[in-house]
């Protein structure tokens, strides 16, 4: 990671109150783009569509879907749903994903 | 792998020599870089055109993470007369997603290499890795508690600003011309050397991110929608976030009021009263990313009537036509704004307002002010539930701002799109003294009759539209040969001329944007 020049000092518009004086900083939550288990991968790529009330994408959520399930979707897309290949998300994460969408509890009825 | 065992082998490679260089990339970048096995490349043949899979299946995919190893495939690539087709993100829906332009050519697939390298909050600039995506660097900038603003595309969680801004891609906020907010690129040229442009040659220098045009010619533009490098750093701007952004949305009740909605915004964005791309959305984009579906209200194939329009209009509460502005700024200034445009639209005498407020939080409303205010999400996924099947094409012709020829280009649109029993799904998209027009061709692609419609509706509208002086800005990869002739013989024989200057072996992404020795006789 190299170093980040992000020192803000005001504006001289008054109004643009910019944060002072941020320090670099070295790698973080999501920034560095690094999968961090299935929970991050699914707000960060499945949620946008898939936690919609079905709007966007079918709800996975509750449906005890298994890993293997998700894994084939995934990589292969279905219909209007894109593929993702391994460079985007790795076979790792993915099982995790995996995991993580089949123990999620059924979304509460609104 | 054996030799003899690749299914898909590029134009004119012999399975030998395929190997040959399959063993050379392994060794290169380690075998778990280098895809040969059909479940691995499933995800780089997923397409939404209507052409046959098979038409666009890679016959390998390379993932590199530095730009020696970039430097390493091109040579390679041009030992073994390998063709590549480079992919950031690989998120270009409608223009032919991860897909190669044709059947054989390898992925060199670059989403591994996802470093922010800087972001300078005082400048508001940044230089990232092909594979950064938005959402990563919209987290990066929360995390990091960053005064800055991102400008996306609607696929915002998941694309990215190299791939889209290569592609010369829009945006919704004030930056929303992307390739304008540019600022440096690097590339590696198909003889393997890095070039970077602007101030970027110079040793030392730190002006790279802020001065674009540097010195001599100035060639960034030459290297978008083009096949003459990979680039594998991209600078860019990005605003400071102001103290207000107040997204807001102007209803229209009949599809017949487009001309004067055009005329009444025009001022309001060349003088930057409003300084965002304005969005001029249509009912069935409006309807699909509010969760309509064609089958709530029908199940008769063909271009769903009028009538029908009308009701989802009236029963989801939308306009004919719904345009996304905002304003941005402290409070004083986005109130003297406010009450021009409240002015403004009063002496137009039709068009109802809604805040944010008014809004409470329904979509699509919520939505477009993320993508005005720059928040990543993935809403607009909506339009490819509107019929269903995954088939989407962007058929984006650009227009002047100007009502008459917006009135022009949307009766001619819906009229070949009706013919063919397909509807149109489109927006405008207000630059500053452009449109992109862009309709979203949204078919069944299960249904191979309506996969065969919608790709005769395709060369309908790229006919009808070039016979009145129209050509669109960007096209997926089955349709980049047709639109390069759009353009004209001269265009053509000089791009081609630069290829075979640049890249003689034609190995980088041949048939980008129409660019492909092999194929062109026109000297």
């Known amino acids: 990671m190299s170093v980040i020049r992000s020192k803000a000092r005001s504006l001289a518009i008054a109004a643009l109150v910019l944060p002072s004086a941020l320090v670099a900083f070295s790698a973080s939550a999501s920034g560095d783009g690094q999968w961090k288990g299935g929970e991050h991968v699914y707000q960060k790529v499945c949620g946008h569509c898939h936690d919609t009330n079905g709007d966007i994408g079918p709800v996975l959520a509750g449906r005890g879907l298994p890993p293997a399930y998700i894994t084939a979707i995934v990589r292969q897309g279905f219909r209007a749903m894109p593929a993702f290949p391994a460079s985007f998300i790795d076979d790792a994460s993915l099982q995790q994903v995996g995991e993580y969408i089949q123990q999620l509890p059924a979304p509460a009825k609104e | 792998m054996s030799e003899q065992d690749y299914k898909v082998l590029p134009r004119d490679v012999e399975q030998g020599e395929f190997h040959q260089a399959i063993e050379k990339f392994r060794a290169l970048l380690g075998d778990d870089n280098v895809l040969v096995e059909e479940a691995q490349l499933k995800p780089y043949n997923k397409i939404m055109m209507p052409s046959e899979d098979a038409e666009h299946a890679p016959s390998a995919a390379v993932t590199a993470t530095t ?117 440096g690129m690097e590339l590696v040229l198909a003889n393997g050397e890095v070039y970077r442009t602007g101030m970027g040659g110079v040793e030392g220098d730190n002006a790279w991110q802020v001065f674009k045009w540097g010195y001599g010619p100035t060639l960034d533009g030459m290297f978008t929608q083009a096949n003459y490098g990979i680039c594998t750093k991209l600078g860019f701007w990005l605003m400071h976030k102001p103290p207000v952004i107040k997204p807001f949305e102007i209803q229209f009740e009949e599809e017949t009021d487009i001309a004067e909605i055009v005329e009444f915004i025009r001022p309001l964005r060349i003088n930057q009263v409003i300084p965002n791309s304005v969005v001029i959305a249509g009912v069935l984009w409006e309807a699909s990313t509010a969760g309509v579906r064609r089958s709530d209200y029908t199940s008769e194939p063909g271009a769903t009537p009028d009538a029908i329009l009308k009701q989802i209009q009236k029963d989801k509460h939308l306009g004919a036509w719904n345009v996304y502005c905002a304003l941005y700024g402290t409070p004083e200034q986005v109130e003297v704004n406010w009450n021009i445009v409240t002015g403004a639209l009063k002496q137009l005498g039709k068009g109802k307002i809604i805040t944010e407020e008014e809004a409470g939080g329904t979509e699509p409303f919520t939505y477009r002010a993320k993508l005005m205010s720059g928040v990543p999400n993935l809403r607009e996924f909506g339009l490819y539930n509107w019929r269903g099947g995954g088939g989407s094409m962007w058929f984006a012709p650009v227009s002047q701002a100007r009502g008459s020829e917006c009135d022009k280009q949307y009766a001619l649109a819906k009229e070949i799109l009706n013919k063919h029993g397909l509807d149109y799904v489109g927006e405008f998209i207000v630059g500053w003294r452009d449109m992109h027009h862009v309709i979203d061709v949204l078919y069944d692609r299960t249904n191979p009759e309506e996969t065969k419609r919608a790709d005769a509706c395709f060369n309908e509208l790229l006919d009808e539209f070039e016979k009145r002086g129209y050509a669109v800005y960007r096209v997926n990869t089955r349709f980049m040969d047709r639109v390069a002739q759009s353009y004209g013989p001269v265009k053509r024989r000089l791009e081609h001329t630069l290829k075979k200057a640049l890249d003689p072996n034609n190995i980088l992404a041949p048939g980008k944007s129409g660019i492909d020795l092999d194929k062109f006789n026109d000297w």
């Open chain 2, 67 to 183: 730009v020696e190893q970039v430097q390493g495939v091109v040579k390679i690539c041009n030992e073994h007369k390998v063709p590549v087709w480079t992919v950031s993100t690989g998120r270009n829906f409608g223009y032919g997603s991860t897909a190669p332009h044709h059947r054989g050519q390898i992925i060199l697939d670059l989403k591994k290499m996802n470093k922010i390298i800087h972001v300078d909050a005082e400048l508001g600039t940044a230089l990232v890795e092909p594979g950064v995506t938005y959402q990563q660097l919209y987290d990066y900038i929360q995390e990091n508690n960053l005064p800055l603003m991102l400008s996306f595309s609607a696929p915002s969680a998941i694309a990215g600003p190299l791939g889209n801004t290569m592609d010369r891609g829009v945006g919704y906020t004030p930056y929303g011309e992307h390739f304008l907010m540019q600022c």
